[in-house]
T-cell receptor, first 112, second 117 residues
Framework: ELKVEQNPLFLSMQEGKNYTIYCNYS?????LYWYRQDPGKSLESLFV?????AVKQEGRLMASLDTKARLSTLHITAAVHDLSATYFC????????????FGTGTRLTIIP | GAVVSQHPSWVICKSGTSVKIECRSL??????MFWYRQFPKQSLMLMAT?????????EQGVEKDKFLINHASLTLSTLTVTSAHPEDSSFYIC?????????????FGDGTRLSIL
């Protein structure tokens, strides 16, 4: 059974600081996705990582994938308050129907 | 714009009521849809995979007789929570398998917040 774990679960950081969220998964997969969820809302797609070594950047967020280590990272640079949200990674666990297994989530709070 | 529409957004009802949630793909045919449940401060847990024209596949621990799923057309899947009780209160999210997984694997609805009194 595929397990997807994120660290940390909760993160409170000051504006302007950098930090990295980690996503580990237990079985082989070469496709990993990052999502953002605001309170009371559904998921917003952030990044699609399709191969080993993939790196994507959008604004102050950068995501990478190491399929050999079964690890993805989401790096936050010079955090701003608008980035406060819960971030989920998700791994495709069934390539036939694109079934996803979600990580535990990281609740990020940026303090002014 | 939204490619998956979920309705209603929020529903509050008394214990024992059955509640139906609709999930529609707006501009594409979705042969596979997914239903998730999310409790406060927790991750999304897949409840079932809904395939058009066939029975849904339920995840372990999900009661198929309580959570009825119907995928009668290529654009509509419904989830009915039968005889709902307070412990069924949760945020329910549907998604539809996307045409191109290289862009994203699933298109997500906006979710339905279900509160059972």
């Amino acid at each position: 059974e595929l397990k997807v774990e994120q660290n940390p679960l909760f993160l409170s950081m000051q504006e302007g600081k950098n930090y990295t969220i980690y996503c580990n998964y237990s079985t082989t997969s070469d496709r990993l996705y990052w999502y953002r969820q605001d309170p009371g809302k559904s998921l917003e797609s952030l990044f699609v990582l399709l191969s080993n070594g993939a790196v994507k950047q959008e604004g102050r967020l950068m995501a990478s994938l190491d399929t050999k280590a079964r690890l993805s990272t989401l790096h936050i640079t010079a955090a701003v308050h608008d980035l406060s949200a819960t971030y989920f990674c998700a791994v495709v666990s069934n390539f036939g129907n694109e079934k996803l297994t979600f990580g535990t989530g990281t609740r990020l709070t940026i303090i002014p | 714009g939204a490619v998956v529409s979920q309705h209603p957004s929020w529903v509050i009802c008394k214990s024992g009521t059955s509640v139906k949630i609709e999930c529609r793909s707006l501009d594409f045919q979705a042969t596979t849809m997914f239903w998730y449940r999310q409790f406060p401060k927790q991750s999304l847990m897949l409840m079932a995979t809904s395939n058009e024209g066939s029975k849904a596949t339920y995840e372990q621990g999900v009661e198929k007789d309580k959570f009825l799923i119907n995928h009668a057309s290529l654009t509509l899947s419904t989830l009915t929570v039968t005889s709902a009780h307070p412990e069924d209160s949760s945020f329910y999210i549907c998604s539809a398998r996307a045409r191109d997984p290289r862009v994203q694997p699933q298109h997500f609805g906006d979710g339905t917040r279900l509160s059972i009194l």
